[in-house]
């Protein structure tokens, strides 16, 4: 069975760092897609940054510049650095697996949906 945890969520002034962390139980890191996504209320779900199955990484345009995945095969766990975080980073964000869901190119805009493992979400709150 396949478990996807966050942790690092927290409340953050703008200009400051987060690093969440998405601990994998029952998947293997590069067996399929992994990626973070995010969403606010009244907002569509959007996808931050997604490690494909070929290895390749992809930013959501908001992100590029400030935000990097990276991951650990040892503790089979996904990372996202956060770096100057802005208000409109807050949200709600979600690790998601699956062995086929990287469908789109870039990767970053597959379908969240399509994603067969998921996380509860870890809350990111930037305050101004």
């Known amino acids: 069975q396949v478990k996807l945890v966050e942790f690092g969520g927290d409340s953050v002034p703008a200009g400051g760092s987060l690093r969440l962390s998405c601990q994998s139980s029952g998947w293997t890191l590069g067996s399929g897609c992994m990626g973070w996504f995010r969403q606010t209320p009244g907002k569509e779900r959007e996808g931050v940054a997604v490690l494909d199955s070929d290895g390749m990484i992809s930013y959501g345009d908001s992100v590029k510049g400030r935000f990097a995945l990276s991951k650990d095969l040892d503790k089979n766990s996904l990372y996202l650095q956060m770096n100057s975080l802005k208000p409109e980073d807050t949200a709600m964000y979600y690790c998601?697996?699956?062995?086929?869901?990287?469908?789109?190119?870039?990767?970053?805009?597959?379908?969240?949906?399509?994603?067969?493992?998921r996380g509860q979400g870890t809350q990111v709150t930037v305050s101004t």
């Open positions: 998601a697996a699956d062995r086929y869901a990287c469908s789109a190119e870039p990767a970053v805009y597959s379908d969240f949906d399509g994603f067969l493992y």
